[in-house]
């Protein structure tokens, strides 16, 4: 049983405009969640995290916002550029866990055209 | 400059034979971990380690083993490999503690034919 769901496959967007990853989760013991851009070949890269703490956090264009009550995240873009081009994985974490580990979604590939 | 790496990048090989993926990292971080990944799916934790000596089984069983003799190296064996163990697979790297994020090599496409 999938424990963090990205039920979007695919999304495209026009250069420019915002981007809107979503991301849901069913283990309420999550309480740190994490954003990874994965290009073909290579290793995720780390972009972006909230704490369960919090409802938002901002990186440049990048934000992510916690809705706990509804077990949902997004990831929002703007503006977005063809070099955003790339897998997007949403991961989550207990930190009562004994071993950090993290559990991954299956990803959203995110294109942006030119 | 503070890394971690993973060789070789692309494995092609027969079925049968003994495979060893190398992992470093020189971070100093004391949790490593393996990761597989196939087209479309979510990462799976095949195998982890808290620090030199100790390697725990992850998610995913795995006929992979794994060792941690140094606190940089992490490599993973598989003893007889077969097509079903075609996948990539990911390292990654952390500090102990909370909320840290993990930092992933670029991984080795294995392919066995």
């Known amino acids: 049983d999938q424990q963090v769901k990205q039920n979007s496959p695919s999304l495209s967007v026009q250069e420019g405009r915002i981007s809107i990853l979503n991301c849901d989760y069913t283990n309420s013991m999550f309480d740190y969640f994490l954003w990874y851009k994965k290009y073909p070949a290579e290793g995720p890269t780390f972009l972006i995290s909230i704490s369960s703490i919090k409802d938002k956090n901002e990186d440049g264009r990048f934000t992510v916002f916690l809705n706990k009550s509804a077990k949902h995240l997004s990831l929002h873009i703007v503006p977005s550029q063809p070099g955003d081009s790339a897998v997007y994985f949403c991961?989550?974490?207990?930190?009562?866990?004994?071993?950090?580990?993290?559990?991954f979604g299956k990803g959203t590939l995110l294109t942006v055209n030119p | 400059e503070a890394d971690i790496y993973q060789t070789p990048r692309y494995l092609v090989i027969g079925t049968g034979k003994k495979i060893t993926l190398e992992c470093s990292q020189t971070?100093?971080?004391?949790?490593m971990y393996w990761y597989q990944q196939d087209p479309g799916m979510e990462l799976h934790l095949i195998h982890y380690?808290?620090?030199?000596?100790?390697?725990e089984k992850g998610d995913l069983s795995s006929e992979s083993t794994v060792s941690r003799i140094r606190t940089e190296h992490f490599p993973l064996t598989l003893e007889s490999a077969r097509p079903s163990h075609t996948s990539q697979y990911l390292c990654a790297s952390s500090v102990m503690a909370t909320g840290d994020e993990q930092f992933f090599g670029p991984g080795t496409r294995l392919t066995v034919l």
């Open positions: 971070m100093g971080h004391d949790k």
């Open positions: 380690s808290y620090g030199v000596n100790s390697t």
């Open positions: 991961a989550a974490s207990e930190s009562g866990g004994s071993n950090y580990k993290l559990t």
